[in-house]
């Protein structure tokens, strides 16, 4: 079945400490691939996204992905975590020629000081 | 630049009451969708919409209308709430694939 994992419900990180969130996809076709962000109370906002190209895409606040076919896999980093990085994190992926986008079940960061 | 506005922000509504979210986006932006959000479900597609005047299911339509009369609205209808209801919505619209969210309706049933 057509999916999108995000195996870690839940992770807690020390401030300054790396982060890695996975994700990975069950699709045909390689599909385009995104990270969003929710912090309490608010709506999402896109933290970086993958159409084609290098693999190793930036994105704002500091944050990268990675795209490896290979593992069907799109995990997110950052080197030294901020104490404001602590939300909710959704992978999401969509598809040419259609705008919808499905979104996986999300992992929520906390950071200790 | 407003964006995707979303209202009312919160709202208590008793089982069988109906209501509407209301959604507005100053971008003109064809597509247009609302999502619902549960607790470690991620975001579900309720409705979605390709232009002004269509409007297709998505994955949990059920209780739910909508309508896309104008590019700039999309409206959400709960007609008959129930307490499975009770959730986060959020409307967001796109172009090329990258999505602008309001800020959500969050709405309880009791």
């Known amino acids: 079945a057509q999916s999108v994992t995000q195996p870690d419900i839940h992770i807690t990180v020390s401030e300054g400490a790396s982060l890695e969130l996975r994700c990975n996809y069950s699709?045909?076709?390689?599909?385009?691939l995104f990270w969003y962000v929710q912090s309490p109370g608010q709506g999402l906002q896109l933290l970086l996204k993958y159409f084609s190209g290098d693999t190793l895409v930036q994105g704002i606040k500091g944050f990268e992905a990675e795209f490896k076919r290979s593992q069907s896999s799109f995990n997110l980093r950052k080197p030294s975590v901020h104490w404001s990085d602590a939300a909710e994190y959704f992978c999401a992926v969509g598809f040419y020629n259609t705008d919808k986008l499905i979104f996986g079940t999300g992992t929520r960061l906390q950071v200790f000081p | 630049n407003a964006g995707v506005t979303q209202t009312p922000k919160f709202r208590i509504l008793k089982i069988g009451q109906s209501m509407t979210l209301q959604c507005t986006q100053d971008m003109n932006h064809n597509y247009m969708y609302w999502y619902r959000q549960d607790p470690g479900m991620g975001l579900k597609l309720i409705y979605y919409?390709?232009?002004?005047?269509?409007?297709d299911k998505g994955e949990v339509p059920n209780g739910y209308n909508v309508s896309r009369s104008t590019t700039e609205d999309f409206p959400l209808r709960l007609e008959l709430a129930a307490p499975s209801q009770t959730s986060v919505y959020f409307c967001?619209?796109?172009?090329?694939?990258?999505?602008?969210f309001g800020s959500g309706t969050r709405l309880t049933v009791v």
């Open positions: 919409s390709v232009g002004a005047g269509i409007t």
């Open positions: 699709y045909g076709a390689t599909p385009y």
């Open positions: 967001a619209s796109s172009s090329t694939i990258l999505y602008t």
